[in-house]
């Protein structure tokens, strides 16, 4: 049961306990757990009250405290154990002040969106969520899988569990989490610091997050939000996810992320680790025969345009031509006339020709007999 236990890494002290703030985190949730059992004023002062936090009382501070506040104890140690075996290993990878501001986004992020989920709730439907605790490790212990995923997206967090990788666990730590809230109601308490925490710790540690190189968040396709999801599911949230990204960006926002430079290459060697950056154009490196065959085909090339040229400007002449000596065929209205009439025995006139066009046909027939009988 205990996250802890399926990992033979977690049972090193050095592991769970030479990490000061995941120490420090588990304690203030321990002594907030004894101190629950003791008192019950310590959920009106610690969890998240909307009510008190924003309006009668002004306990700020519940916004961060709801998500380190639990009074089940069956849930009290899956949030231990979760945040010493995730706890630890996202505070080595982003160290000390890393790891703080990032539980800080998480928890902070996570206690405004359920106060404003309840505040809607009640301005919508007058529900009671302003005066309803809010409170549980969900929102952090969802957090610190992503944070996890972003260390190694392929790899299992369970050794006992190599089928379930590292992008696979968020979704199905909320999945199962929900589900047990829906029967059993102390893991209802903070379903809405769960999914808030999950996805505003990967929008952190994907456009925020500053790193030593300079570089400003993950720009990997491995990283990104899709990845989380079952592959099925990816290419219908795919082009949703790109026009979200599309509007951040016509609005003004991640403008200013770098992408990691890297380290210089000495005496040719790269590590084994770093791929060596690609040129931006492939370099095609041409022999002697190589060149030949080229101009060779550039040569062919040109005398087949060559010929296509010659066989156009040939085709317009024979057009022309054409056009020419049906021009000179070509006879006159009164002329086809004359010699319909000539061919049905009809006059001219009664077939609409003139007596001027029928006496010039006339002349023209009797000098064409003329010139018949001189031969």
């Not at 890494?9 to 949730?29: C, E, Q, W, Y």
Request: hydrophobic share 45%; glycine share 8%; proline share 5%.
């Amino acid at each position: 049961m205990v996250l802890a236990i399926w990992d033979s890494h977690a049972l090193n002290s050095h592991d769970r306990f030479g990490k000061p703030l995941t120490v420090l985190l588990s304690v203030i949730m321990s002594l907030l757990f004894i101190c629950s059992l003791i008192t019950s004023d310590v959920v009106a002062q610690v969890a998240l009250i909307v009510s008190n936090t924003v309006m009668s009382n002004f306990y700020v501070w519940n916004i961060i405290t709801g998500s380190l506040l639990e009074t089940n104890f069956f849930k009290i140690c899956i949030g231990i154990s979760g945040l010493l075996y995730f706890g630890s290993r996202t505070e080595g990878k982003l160290g000390l002040l890393g790891f703080a501001q990032y539980v800080a986004v998480v928890m902070l992020a996570s206690g405004i969106v359920a106060s404003t989920v309840a505040f809607l709730s009640y301005v919508v439907s007058f529900d009671e969520q302003l005066f309803t605790p809010i409170y549980g490790p969900g929102g952090l212990l969802a957090g610190l899988t992503v944070a996890f995923a972003h260390q190694s997206p392929n790899s299992s967090p369970f050794e006992a569990f190599p089928a379930v990788t590292s992008q696979a666990f968020p979704l199905a730590l909320g999945t199962v989490w929900t589900g047990i809230g829906i029967i059993y109601s102390p893991f209802n308490r903070d379903v809405i610091f769960l999914w808030s925490g999950a996805y505003f710790g990967w929008a952190y540690l994907r456009f925020v997050c500053h790193h030593d190189d300079g570089s400003i968040g993950n720009t990997t396709p491995e990283f990104e939000i899709v990845n989380f999801f079952p592959k099925m599911t990816r290419k219908y949230i795919k082009p949703f996810c790109n026009f979200c990204y599309g509007v951040m960006l016509l609005l003004g926002f991640f403008k200013n992320r770098k992408v990691p430079i890297p380290p210089a290459f000495s005496n040719g060697q790269v590590s084994s680790e770093i791929e060596a950056p690609s040129a931006p154009f492939p370099i095609i490196k041409q022999d002697a025969a190589s060149e030949r065959r080229r101009a060779k085909a550039m040569k062919l090339l040109d005398e087949k345009f060559a010929q296509i040229a010659q066989q156009e400007v040939q085709w317009q002449d024979d057009d022309e031509s054409g056009e020419k000596s049906e021009k000179e065929s070509s006879l006159t209205p009164a002329e086809i006339e004359v010699l319909k009439s000539k061919l049905t025995g009809k006059s001219p006139k009664a077939m609409g020709v003139s007596a001027e066009d029928d006496e010039s046909w006339g002349l023209e027939e009797g000098a064409a007999k003329g010139q018949d009988k001189d031969k």
